[in-house]
């Protein structure tokens, strides 16, 4: 039977998608995609969208916590579209990486090749060396800095994003 929108199902996030979300499959094998949960979570999802043969869901309930969960440290983490893996342990990120470049392989190119795990920063936090840093005006006409929602051009303001070093969340503040 097809899911329905709104219905609440139980289910147990099994891997990510290639853009951070968590994966479960319904009683019927349907795949459900859900932002913010980690393999391992198991948790109450509310259906927002069904596709057919995928569906998409939102959390509505954290049940049990993946052993990989970890408090975010961001208050911007949500709707800034730049860390879609702040809730995992950094090794978890690192081991999720590694398996978005082997799916891709796989999947998309049909090949089998070895690829290496992802190469760890020495650091979680200030590691990032690149940043695009949109600017615009706030709902009352004041500039703000941070970084677009996800899937929009929404500036989301970010005073101290926890991926950059600290000398760009200085940089940015200066306007």
Sequence with gaps: ???????????RIERLSSDGSGVAHSADGEAVFVPNTAPGDEARIKIVKDCGRYAFGILDQ???????RVEVDCPAAGPCGGC???????????????????DAFARLG?????????????AADRYRNKV???VGTDENGHIVTGFFAGRSHRIVACADCRLQPEWMNQLAART
């Design 110 to 122: 049909k090949l089998d090749v070895p690829v290496r795990e992802v190469l760890a920063a020495p």
């Design 62 to 68: 954290l049940l049990t916590p993946s052993p990989d």
């Design 1 to 11: 039977m097809p899911l329905q929108k709104n219905q609440l199902l139980t289910l």
């Design 132 to 134: 695009q840093l949109p």
């Design 84 to 102: 879609g893996l702040r809730h995992i342990r950094y090794e978890a990120e690192c081991a999720a990486k590694t398996q978005f470049v082997r």
